[in-house]
Every structure is written in C-alpha cells, then in structure tokens.
C-alpha cells in the first residue's frame, strides 16, 4: 500500500507538532502592534465610516441650527488723567500699595469685569428678561431687582400701534417707543415686531451676570493701554446696546470711586491742617508773649545747633503722630467692617499706610485671592458657595483679612514705640537747653515751636491743594475712544471648522467603537485566532462558494453514478452537492481545498498519513463539505482514497455524492453487510465511499468496539488513505474515539459563529485523548474575512488567460 508522505517532488519541509495548550488556561494574547491596529480598522471600516458619517451629519445638524451672532465692539482707554494735576501722588501711592510687578490696565479690566459692574449692566440692560418667542428690541427695563418680583415670566402683546405689558399684578398698555409699567416692572418696546404675543423669562440675578460674563470679552492691545471691550448676541442691537451699558458703567464707577478717594484724602488732610494751623498760631501767641515780657529778642548764635536738632525731632514726632492716626483709623476701619464684606481699599491710599511694606503685600495678596475667587464662581461654569475650592479660597481671604489687621496693628505697636523713644530723646535735648540760662531756653523752645509748627502747615497745605485738585476731576481712568456701532455682518462661527472637529470625533469614535467590538467578540474570525488562542496553525481558509463559478456555464457541475451494489440511483444524474473541486478547478474554493491537502501532506515530519478525521465543535461548521472536498483533492493526486461517514447521528455524505444510506458503516459493524459490498466508487476516479448505514441507538458503542478496529485495520490495506467524517466534538464522544484510533485529526471552525471558548473546549478534549492534531481548516461560507486582508482567496481566475 502507498502511503501518502511527501516524495521527491517535493522539497523537504519540517515543522513541529502544534504545542499543546494548557488544561485550564487560555492563550497568552501578544502584544498589540501596528499591523493588528490597522487591520482591527480595515476590518471594521464600515462600522467607522457610519459611526464618523452620524457624528459628522448631527454636528452639521447642530452647527447649521445655530443662529447668526453678532460683535459689537467698543474702544476704551485706561489711563490716569489726574497723575499731572496732582504731582503723581495718586500713582505713587497706588505703586506702593501693589507694588511695581502689578499690571494697572490688567486690574483695571478685572474690575470691568466684576459682578458688581455687570450687576448694573444687567440692570439698565433688562438682561434678566430672556426672550422665549420670536425676536422684538427692548430698552429702559426697570425694576426687576425689586424684592416684591416674584414671577418667573411676562408676557407681551403686540397691536400695530401699542404694545401691552401683562404681569401677575395687571396690565400696562402703551405706544411703542414710550414707557409701559406695571407693578414696580417698566420697560420700553422700541418697534412693533412681527408677532402678535410674547413671552419672556424673568432670570435670577446671579444667572443673568453669568450669561453676560460669558459673553462679555475683553482684548488689551499689546503694548498699549487701549482695550477692546466685546459682547456677542444673536440681537445686533442687544450686543451694542450691552457694549456701550458696559462701557459707560465701568467708566461711571471709575470715575467715582476716583472722587471718593480723593475726597477722604482730603478730608483726612483738611482735618490735619486745621490742628496744624492751630498748634502754629498758638506757638506763635506764645513766642510773641515771651519776647515783650522778658524782653528777649534773639538767640545766642551757639544755640543753633540744639535749635535745628529739636527742630527736626519735633517734625519727626509730628510726622510720627500723623501716621500713627492714619494707622489707626485704618485698623479700626478694617476692624470695624461686617464680616463677610470686602474690606475697603480707600484708607490705604493715605499717605501713610502705603508706606508700609507688609501691608502693600498683603493687600496685593488679597487683591489676587479675591479675583481668582472671583473667576471661580463666575460664568456659565462657575462653582457654588459650598464648593470645597471656594470655601478654602473663602478661608484663605479671611486669614489674609486678619493678617493685614494684623500687620497694621503691629504698625502702630511700633509707631507708638518710635514716637516713645523720640520723646525721650527730645526730653533729654530739652534738659540740655534748659541748662541754659533760662529766657535763651525759653525763647529758643519758642522759636522752635513756631517753626515746627509752619514747615508741618506748608508740607500739609501743599497735600491739601492736590487732594483738592483731584477731587474736582470726575473723569477717573477710563476715556472712552470709541463706541460701540451696531454691527450689520454676523461673525463668522467656524462652521467648517466645528464640522471638520466633527468629523474627526466620529472618527475617533468609530476607531474606539472598532476596537470595543473586535474586544466583545467572542467568535473566531481570523486565522490568527487559530494561532493565539488555540495555539493551532491554521491549515487553510475555505473561501465563500458561489455556485455560478462551479461550472463552465455558470451551472453546477453533474456526476453520473453507476449502478453499485446495494444502490438503488438507476443512474440518474444528480448534483454533488457543494463539490467545488468537481468540475472547474479554478475556483477559488477549489484552490483552497488543494492548498488544505498540500499542507496536510508537508505537515508531518517524516510522518505517515493514511487515516485522518475531519470533526468540527458545533453542527453547521462546515466538516461534510471540508471532507469531501479534501478527499476530492486527494483522489485527483492518485491517492486511492475511502470517505468514512463516521456522523452516525446526523449523516450527510450520502447526499453529497448523491447514494443511499444503507448498507454502510453501521450494517458492517452489526454484521449485516459484508465491507467490500458496502464500499461505492464514484465518478470521481480513485475515490469511494463508504456511508452511515442505519442509524443506531448506540453509536459511541460501535465506533468504540473493536470492530471499528479492524475495520480501519482492513481499509488502510486497501486505500492510500482513509478519511473519516466525525461528528462535532461537543455534541456527543464519538470523535474523540475516532480521533483517538491512531489517526491524525482536523478541526473545521467556522468564521463567525464558533464561539473561541467552544473552540478552546473540542481543542482541550481532543488533547485529553491522546488525540494528534494537525491544526484547523477556518471555514467562511458567510464571506466574514475581509478578500483584500487575506492571502488565502487567491485563484487561477485572478491572472487571466493568454
């Protein structure tokens, strides 16, 4: 008997057995590399191109769903026009509480942005009123902070000659351009619009400030102290009208919150002045008394000295006690001030406190604490007042507060203490004076006095005239360039852009969702699954059969079979079904089957196949047509090749080829047939087969009896090769009795639906009786691999013909 290993035709080949996987443990999985991410995306392209094409399609939707938006655009300028009137004072006192590293237009926008200038904005704008219907224009809204409002929305109706206002507490009606009002509610409609009715929402206070904040924008021009204040709105009219509101409120308050420091300035010196000009005019009162008692006219010359030493103490003392009272008041004020208000930033302005280091830097501390608090509780996404981030801020402010109370105590402490030591040193001088004879010592104290007293009135007159000065000036540090006009051309709101970013996201998103269904599926697909969870080579890949490629004419091909023993066919013609390497062999199908049967010969090491069991781990695999093909391919080498249908529960072969069941497999095991009776040729030269026979009750028994021994025993005496249709490894033992008569065994997995666990398991159980496996054939009759990733689907047809 010939048996089928590789001759001298072929060239030598050695691969080892496929390793055995372990009994409980799956595959180790490789590590992802480039090829497999880009096939992962190949493979599911059309699942990234719809997932990309829905993403991009709704964020078109959405962009092109949003209305035109509108700027408009004011120009501000941010200076100190006081600064030449009032010698610097201001600007020198400002850079010592803020110090030099502060930006001036930089805090000046930051103010413009507050909560409490956008309040006002709100306020003359109406802005708490949002419209719900269709567009009309409103102006001089008022009274919707009154605490009496307490409805949440108010209607409009519209005639062509008057509007009319309806609230909870009545009705208004009134010419359009004129005031309507209701209730503590009044409000002006500019025109008569389109509709008949509308309906407007009455907002929280603090959600409209959020709403204009997000809105409201702010450029400083770089290198200059010009800023562009910007508002965007969907009414071209509301987004001037919300500039020009913001333009003027910022420069109003600037301008007063300028006269207010100003005016306690001055009266801070005013009220220094009036007690200077007193102690001066008294000091004068007495010098004058003591000359035309005592009759003293002049001094001794070397008495200058001592003069000019008191002279400078008493004016470091005064000095001293100046600032020891500006110090004072400070800290009560601070002291004083309601917990939880922002402490008042007017005394450090004074003279004196910004001449303290400490203090400069805790108040530029609490400047940047309560602006970064500031932008963490306002906008669209601004946190509440029970945030853990705003309450530590809160917390740190207040320690900051208590600090600056702190260091200005401290201050005073130590003003007390210079002012203690000075008064020492003027009393020991005195002492030394009065040494003296005593009307030199008298007069020169009095002369002293009157001079101490007048160079303080001069230095404090010169202070009271610029305060003075810049209290007269309104303007503050806000000069207004240019207004906002009313912009007539939408901006452009990058809708290319916002659908390209679309598009982009879908594709991420379909990358990503590629990537959770190749990780959810649980079915083998590839031949690489073979490799990494079975650890199997995969020995070919059965491409899609369409039946028009079978025949020359596009017909399936048709076998004529004679008449055999115990065959009841009369010769008929029938179809052998799912042959495709009957006929054209230039099939892809075809060329696949002889690539299994080359792969099958070059896959033993100096091994012998003559027999071999085709099984699968579920029905519908795909094992039936495998067989016979591939038993097919073996014959049309010159292999005397015998098909067993060993399925004695679901037997199909017959049909393939076109027989009757009986007798066969089961009658030669029960004795009721003789072997060489039950064995049929086909048409198919060197081919037979050898069918199920009658289904029995017990077929593990059969298959698993002695019989079955000899059987196979006298076969392989007779065939190059025997072939054995199994039935699935996972729906009855008689595989693995198959598998285990010492023959070599394939495993048929389909693409696509056998689950990799079901594989794993007939794998496992085919080991676990000594079972010689080959590896796997991948079935894909459902066209699941993708033609252009796989080598496997070349045929003959591809090149053409000459």
């Not at 109003?252 to 801070?268: C, D, H, M, P």
């Not at 470091?316 to 009560?332: I, M, T």
């Not at 002012?419 to 104290?445: C, H, T, V, Y």
Request: hydrophobic content about 40%.
């Amino acid at each position: 008997m010939a048996n089928l290993v590789p001759g001298d035709r072929y060239p030598p080949r050695i691969q080892a057995a496929p390793p055995s996987l372990p009994p409980n443990q799956p595959a180790t999985q490789e590590t992802l590399d480039l090829r497999e991410v880009l096939g992962v995306l190949r493979r599911n392209r059309r699942l990234i191109g719809l997932i990309a094409l829905v993403v991009t399609a709704l964020a078109a939707f959405v962009v092109l769903r949003q209305p035109p938006q509108y700027r408009a655009t004011a120009v501000i300028r941010l200076k100190d026009t006081k600064q030449s009137l009032t010698g610097g004072l201001q600007a020198q006192a400002m850079e010592q509480v803020v110090g030099k590293t502060t930006d001036p237009l930089l805090s000046l926008i930051q103010v413009l942005r507050s909560r409490s200038i956008t309040r006002q904005v709100v306020e003359r704008t109406g802005l708490r009123l949002r419209r719900l219907s269709d567009d009309f224009s409103l102006a001089d809204v008022h009274g919707l902070s009154a605490p009496s409002l307490l409805q949440d929305t108010l209607t409009l109706e519209f005639t062509p000659d008057a509007y009319t206002l309806v609230t909870d507490e009545g009705r208004a009606t009134a010419p359009y351009g004129s005031l309507a009002s209701v209730g503590s509610i009044s409000l002006v409609v500019e025109r008569a619009p389109e509709v008949r009715e509308a309906t407007l929402e009455l907002l929280t206070e603090e959600k409209a400030i959020d709403r204009v904040l997000q809105h409201l924008i702010t450029r400083p021009l770089d290198r200059t102290d010009v800023v562009h204040v910007e508002f965007t709105a969907t009414d071209p009219r509301l987004a001037q009208l919300v500039t020009n509101t913001a333009v003027e409120v910022f420069q109003s308050a600037n301008a007063t919150q300028s006269q207010q420091e100003s005016r306690r300035r001055r009266l801070f010196l005013e009220e220094q002045l009036a007690k200077t000009d007193s102690a001066l005019q008294a000091a004068q009162t007495a010098l004058s008394n003591f000359r035309e008692r005592e009759e003293v006219y002049s001094s001794a010359e070397w008495f200058a000295a001592q003069q000019a030493a008191m002279l400078q103490l008493d004016v470091k003392l005064e000095e001293l006690n100046a600032e020891r009272q500006v110090f004072a008041a400070l800290l009560d004020a601070l002291r004083d001030r309601p917990e939880g208000e922002s402490r008042s930033l007017g005394a450090l302005v004074a003279p004196g406190p910004t001449a303290n280091p400490v203090i400069s830097e805790l108040f530029v501390q609490l400047v940047q604490l309560q602006a970064k608090r500031d932008s963490v509780t306002s906008g669209p996404w601004g946190s509440s007042a029970e945030n853990p981030d705003v309450q530590r801020l809160n917390t740190v402010i207040a320690n900051t507060e208590q600090r600056l109370v702190d260091a200005a105590a401290a201050h005073v402490s130590g003003l007390d203490a210079r002012i203690r030591s000075l008064n020492d040193l003027r009393g020991r001088n005195a002492a030394a004076i009065q040494a003296l004879p005593d009307k030199e010592a008298e007069e020169m104290r009095l002369v002293l006095q009157v001079e101490t007293s007048r160079k303080l009135a001069d230095l404090l007159r010169e202070e009271y005239q610029k305060a003075r000065i810049a209290e007269a000036i309104e303007v503050g540090q806000v000069e207004v360039v240019d207004m906002a006009v009313l912009p007539v051309e939408p901006i452009g709101t990058g809708r290319p852009l916002k659908i390209a970013l679309g598009l982009i996201l879908g594709l991420m998103f379909g990358a990503g969702g590629a990537f959770v269904r190749e990780h959810l599926n649980t079915k083998v697909v590839r031949a690489e699954d073979l490799e990494t969870e079975l650890r199997l080579p995969c020995l070919a890949v059965i491409p899609r059969i369409d039946v028009n490629l079978n025949g020359a004419n596009g017909t399936r091909p048709r076998l004529r079979l004679p008449i055999r023993t115990g065959g009841n066919n009369n010769g008929v013609e029938r179809p052998l079904e799912k042959l495709v390497t009957v006929g054209d062999g230039r099939t892809a199908g075809a060329e696949a089957y002889r690539t299994l049967r080359t792969n099958l010969l070059f896959s033993q090491t100096g091994g012998v196949l003559n027999r071999l069991v085709l099984t699968s781990s579920m029905p519908s695999e795909g094992k039936t047509t495998t067989a016979s093909n591939l038993a097919v391919t073996f014959a049309q080498q010159g292999k005397r090749v015998v098909l067993i249908d060993g399925d004695l529960r679901k037997a199909r072969i017959h049909k393939v080829f076109g027989l009757t069941r009986e007798p066969g497999l089961v009658d030669v095991l029960a004795g009721l047939a003789a072997l060489e009776d039950s064995i049929r040729p086909t048409d198919v030269p060197n081919l037979s087969i050898l069918t199920s026979g009658t289904l029995p009750p017990n077929p593990s028994e059969l298959l698993g009896g002695p019989r079955m021994r000899e059987i196979l025993d006298e076969l392989q005496q007779q065939f190059d090769l025997v072939m054995i249709d199994a039935p699935p490894v996972l729906v009855a033992g008689d595989a693995s009795i198959l598998a285990a008569l010492n023959a070599s065994t394939i495993i048929v997995l389909r693409a696509g639906q056998t689950d990799r666990a079901a594989a794993f398991a007939s794998v496992q159980q085919l080991q676990a009786v000594g079972a010689r496996l080959l590896g796997a054939v991948l079935n894909d009759p459902d066209a699941k691999i993708e033609r252009d990733e796989n080598y496997y689907y070349y045929a003959y047809n591809y090149y053409g013909e000459d």
